[in-house]
């Protein structure tokens, strides 16, 4: 389980495909400390697991299923991603409950800049819009974000410097595909609704 609060960005160094698996080769510097093989990391959002670690270099395996379900069958090498390491329990909770299992793919519809912040709008596939209110939490490429606003199709966010600064996300054009999760409370709450 993850905070959706992003630490660093790494860079993809190299991806490997098999017939059944597909290997990311991350290199971050001053990040891996701690890290041991078998440890989850947030990448962009997507739960993985470190299958080995160098100095500044961690792997990680993607079955056809992640490849499908996200936007890392879209990525190429030199891709920045976000990353976080699992929380803590000890620790504050600075975003809200991310798990790094993705629903969808959402699309950049429009960056638009305002000073020294930005507003992100993200295409949504239809079945989650009810999932995204106003004030609501969501997250991108692992981020944990507040909704600004929604339509029948999309969701608004806003970046502050920090964020743009410290995730992939100045890196983001229209038309580039990013990973979302709704907010895990919403989606407890709709099964045990539907339960009753």
Excluded at 49 to 56: A, C, P, Q, S
Excluded at 60 to 68: D, G, H, Q, S
Excluded at 135 to 147: A, F, M, R
Excluded at 163 to 177: A, H, M, P, R
Aim: glycine share 10%; charged share 30%.
């Amino acid at each position: 389980m993850f905070k959706g609060i992003v630490e660093t960005t790494g860079k993809l160094k190299k991806i490997e495909k098999g017939s059944k698996k597909t290997f990311f080769y991350i290199e971050v510097n001053n990040f891996l400390r701690g890290v041991k093989i078998g440890d989850s990391i947030s990448c962009d959002g997507v739960c993985l697991t470190v299958i080995k670690k160098d100095r500044n270099i961690f792997t990680v395996e993607l079955m056809p299923e992640t490849l499908r379900l996200t936007r890392f069958g879209d990525v190429g090498v030199g891709d920045l991603i976000n990353l976080e390491k699992a929380m803590k329990l000890n620790s504050r909770i600075d975003g809200h409950f991310v798990m790094g299992h993705v629903d969808a793919v959402g699309r950049i519809d429009d960056v638009i800049e305002e000073g020294k912040y930005t507003d992100l709008v993200i295409k949504v596939p239809v079945k989650l819009i009810k999932y995204t209110p106003f004030k609501g939490s969501i997250g991108i490429n692992g981020v944990s974000l507040t909704i600004a606003k929604s339509g029948k199709d999309w969701v608004k966010v806003c970046l502050i410097t920090h964020t743009l600064e410290i995730t992939n996300f100045s890196k983001l054009k229209k038309g580039d595909l990013v990973n979302l999760e709704i907010d895990m409370i919403a989606r407890y709450l709709e099964q045990l609704i539907k339960k009753k």
